[in-house]
């Protein structure tokens, strides 16, 4: 593939990734919101150890979603670390993985937040000896 082919590869897979983490981000959103209306914030006061741990383990999932659009490595790598911590965790706890492919679905931009910042990245100049 060719220099220019690849960096409008990466230009069409940034804005799939944005566009997607966008998306994805505004829906978790909706979700904490719509439960903060519906429970009020009292039951946040009282989460249990459990809950609690999940609950930060997904606000990295959705800060790496938001810090994918500006850094793509540092993003895709917080999404990823925060749902591999959230499904260990889950896994520790219940001794089952969360079912589904939903949670995943969720984390699924960060993948094309990786793949734009390791094709970005500048590798090194090899020096003459």
Known sequence: MTNNNRSKTVRVVR?????????????ILLIFIGEALVEGFEPILHLSIRETTMMITFIA?????????KWELYGGLLTVCGMTA????????????P??????????PSLLFLYCGLQTQKTPVAKNA
């Open 15 to 27: 804005w799939i990734a944005r566009i997607s983490s966008g998306f994805t981000a505004a829906l």
């Open 86 to 97: 959230f499904y260990l965790l889950d896994y520790l706890f219940s001794g089952t993985l």
């Open 61 to 69: 999932v959705w800060l790496g979603l938001l810090l994918g659009w």
């Open 99 to 108: 079912r589904g492919p939903f949670f995943l679905i969720f984390a699924s």
